[in-house]
């Protein structure tokens, strides 16, 4: 193994970021740049003890400093291998080893891969804790790692005698002791026999090659849940559900068996694979994906079931703003169980759920002062919770203090009803007038109707706008006169057409033609007047379907009027002919173009 260029630099343009392999066998050299596809820098390097094809290298951040002007080529050369990092790290979007996990890791980032005669395949990520400073080897399940020597005294006089310790450089000296640190795929089975530590090498080997049927083969005689958990987060951190459905089942676990069916509906593979992630603790790596995929609402609630609040409520006001009132009552609901009473009311009132949900606290913890002295500091700002307030001193007989909630709250049905109920009706009377509030005059209508006051259930009628109860109120107390106005205010078709068929039974022929009339019957009114020989009033009629300016006649014989009507020019014709038998002439002249002989002409109806 070679890395091109690895000699110490403090310049950015000095390594290549390269790693090579050269297979003597085949005589084939196969390369991975880290630093186009990671954006890192190779540092040092080991190979497995016991796997030949297990490589490890150890990497850190790619930081540009300041050089020479000699040095500006080069830079503009590594600037164009780093605008090219976004560009690989989607190239997993199908699944396998995701290149962009760790790559913005400041610290010492050890990269496992595995190198054959035909590819070199990334395999997995090992970020150093903090403290510990170098890649010493590997043997799988471990890697073995150097620890810095915290002494300062010691650093000094190595320093006079020897190269200090530094991570640019490959085999550079570092003082401190060795330890062994477990690579994430091999979490739980550290003490695991060396047959399963060889079939899951193999099959994470083959997963990193995409070799599916080769995977299955090299775990097909694996036993224990451990080993099968280690081999699933493998799956998962490549992104390969099929093969982590195949763990799961293995190892019995229900539920992740269960999300990983689940979570085929949804269309993006990382929001896929993290929902299998979260059941195999991988949270970190399931908010990631999240993250990556913009699925920013599956993230939200993953946070909330993690009981992390706070963030949950940042991703919530900046990414998934649908949920910031369903994210603000799940905390408050939170806050309540863990009694933090304060705290689960003020996320009540951030999820406009005050009204109900922050009098139930009160009344299940039986405050009812304290529910009186919220309600009283929030009576300008939620008008809602104030009209509860209402509500509950008027169901336990604090009358008063229901009508002052209520009047804060501007709940002025309310207020009506309750001076009704009291036989207050100059006071009704007056807050129906002054608020002219629809619903509150329909219920004193109502009221005022039930205790037969029929002029003022008219008058309140009229004043909410319900024409239709009041024109049946005055039909069902003989009121004509009423009725006909009543109706002809409406301007409803139905209300008119009742009337006038109610008129027309009781004989006032002409009440009945004028609202047949009104309501866009023209051919009902006009053949009414006909029969009943009111002249006046059908000349009447005539003049408003020509006054309209909007009725001409058909090819068929007809005409549609400005009231929406089909009016048959034949009819009005009968209607000219009328008119010439009664010696009115001028109405004969206005209606001559409907003749049904010369539509177009002008009769002389002169005598």
């Known amino acids: 193994l070679t890395p091109f260029n690895s000699t110490p630099t403090s310049t950015f343009s000095a390594p290549l970021g390269v790693v090579a392999v050269w297979d003597v066998d085949a005589d084939v050299v196969l390369s991975f740049d880290f630093l186009r596809r990671c954006g890192r820098v190779p540092e040092t390097f080991g190979w497995d003890a016991r796997v030949g094809s297990l490589l490890g290298v150890q990497t850190g951040k790619a930081e540009k400093t300041d050089g020479g002007d000699d040095d500006d080529d080069d830079d503009a050369g590594e600037d164009k291998k780093l605008k090219t990092l976004e560009d690989h790290r989607d190239d997993d979007d199908e699944g396998g080893f995701d290149l962009s996990r760790d790559a913005d890791n400041p610290g010492v980032v ?62 550079a000296k570092t003082d401190g002791v060795c330890f062994s640190i477990t690579m994430r795929d091999f979490a739980g089975v550290e003490s695991a026999s060396s047959e399963t530590i060889d079939a899951l090498i193999a099959f994470a080997m083959k997963l990193a090659m995409k070799d599916h049927d080769g995977a299955y083969k090299a775990v097909k005689t694996m036993t224990g849940a451990a080993a099968w958990r280690a081999a699933a987060r493998g799956c998962i951190r490549n992104k390969r559900l099929e093969a982590a459905e195949f763990c799961l089942g293995n190892m019995g676990h229900l539920r992740g068996a269960r999300a990983a069916r689940d979570a085929r509906k949804e269309p993006e593979l990382d929001a896929r694979v993290a929902a299998v992630a979260v059941h195999l603790g991988l949270v970190e790596e399931a908010e990631r994906l999240y993250e990556r995929c913009g699925r920013h609402d599956l993230l939200n609630e993953l946070l909330q079931a993690s009981g992390r609040w706070d963030e949950a409520l940042r991703v919530a006001s900046a990414r998934d703003r649908i949920h910031l009132k369903t994210t603000h009552y799940n905390r408050a609901k939170h806050l309540e169980t863990t009694g933090d009473a304060r705290g689960a009311i003020e996320g009540y009132e951030r999820a406009g759920r005050a009204a109900d949900e922050v009098m139930r606290l009160f009344f299940q913890r039986g405050d009812v002062d304290g529910a009186e002295a919220y309600v009283t500091s929030r009576s300008g700002h939620d008008a809602k919770l104030t009209r509860w307030w209402g509500k509950y001193c008027e169901s336990v007989g604090e009358t008063e203090r229901a009508m002052v909630a209520y009047e804060h709250a501007k709940d002025y049905l309310s207020l009506t009803r309750m001076y009704a109920a009291a036989g207050e009706w100059d006071a009704a009377e007056k807050i129906v007038k002054d608020a002219d509030d629809a619903a509150a005059a329909f219920h004193l209508a109502r009221s005022f109707e039930a205790r037969d006051a029929t002029s003022e259930a008219l008058e309140f009628f009229e004043l909410s706008g319900r024409y239709g109860h009041a024109a049946r109120l005055a039909r069902l107390r003989g009121m004509d006169g009423e009725l006909f106005a009543l109706a002809l205010k409406s301007r409803q078709r139905r209300t008119m057409l009742d009337a006038a068929a109610y008129f027309l039974e009781s004989g006032d022929v002409s009440k009945a033609a004028t609202l047949f009339h009104a309501a866009g019957s023209r051919e009902r009114a006009i053949e009414l007047c006909f029969a009943s020989g009111l002249h006046d009033q059908l000349a009447g009629f005539i003049d408003d379907v020509l006054a309209a300016g909007k009725t001409s006649p058909g090819e068929d014989g007809t005409s549609t009027d400005a009231g929406g009507g089909v009016v048959d020019a034949a009819l009005l014709a ?27 002409g002008v009769v002389n109806a002169d005598p």
């Open 574 to 600: 009968r209607c000219a002919e009328y008119f010439a038998a009664n010696g009115r002439a001028s109405e004969v002249r206005s209606l001559s173009h409907w003749s049904p002989y010369d539509r177009v």
């Open 110 to 171: 050890v990269y496992t891969l595995f190198a054959t005669s035909t590819a070199i395949a990334p395999q997995e990520t090992h970020p150093l804790p903090p403290g510990y400073e170098a890649l010493l080897g590997l043997r799988a399940p471990s890697l073995y790692v150097c620890k810095k020597n915290r002494d300062e005294n010691v650093a000094e006089a190595s320093s006079s005698s020897s190269p200090s310790p530094s991570r640019s450089g490959g085999g």
